[in-house]
């Protein structure tokens, strides 16, 4: 777990310095992006009484998965403004997946998620992985959609997303249908699995669009 870890906060990193080079100095609300998307995941998952509702289980996951970029962002500044190395930041929050916290309903365990970032504006990863529990969501599910969708990020980026060149449909499709793909095909465990989607992209992308 920890080197997957080590992983998604290097990808973090740079998506981030993507969107903003001194990112570490910008002053981001962090903690904001997380108890809206909380809500959203509450919302997605169904709270309202007074009409039937199905839970979205994979919108409440993907929820989860944005908060976690969120999260990695918080531990990243920490870590920057307190000279820690990255296997330090991965060694805290590790422990904090290896002991989850939660209600005995998912619902009151988003909203705990929701009202301790408000309180300390910082990032719970033990609260979420209570959340996660309540999905039967294992990490290795976690880091494949993380991964998954930050690559597709950083390739969107990498070919025109900013100037409008990037065409996110390919041969009718959208390129997170073909993402869940090549996710199907690839190894979560594999050491070059993050390079491994960004090639199997680009390849597809290249075809597609010549095509």
């Known amino acids: 777990m920890k080197q997957k870890i080590i992983n998604m906060l290097e990808l973090q990193d740079s998506m981030n310095s993507k969107v903003n080079a001194d990112w570490r100095n910008a002053g981001f609300e962090w903690y904001r992006a997380i108890w809206m998307e909380s809500a959203e995941m509450l919302e997605h998952y169904g709270w309202k009484w007074w009409k039937k509702q199905e839970a979205e289980v994979m919108q409440v996951k993907l929820e989860i998965v944005d908060i976690v970029h969120f999260g990695l962002s918080i531990r990243l500044v920490e870590g920057f403004e307190q000279n820690k190395s990255l296997a330090d930041v991965a060694d805290g929050i590790v422990s904090e997946f290896e002991h989850p916290q939660a209600t005995n309903d998912i619902r009151t365990s988003i909203e705990w998620l929701a009202r301790e970032t408000l309180e300390d504006q910082g990032a719970h ?5 209570g959340i996660m529990g309540h999905l039967a969501m294992p990490f290795d599910e976690l880091y494949e959609i993380y991964v ?20 996110k449909v390919w041969g009718g499709r959208e390129d997170n249908e073909h993402l869940a793909d090549v996710l199907a095909e690839l190894d979560c465990n594999h050491a070059s699995f993050k390079e491994d989607i960004y090639r199997a992209l680009s390849e597809l992308y290249g075809s597609q669009c010549a095509a």
């Open 125 to 129: 990863f033990a609260l979420m992985a």
């Open 148 to 167: 998954g969708k930050n690559i597709l990020n950083l390739f969107r980026q990498d070919n025109g997303y900013r100037d409008g060149t990037y065409q």
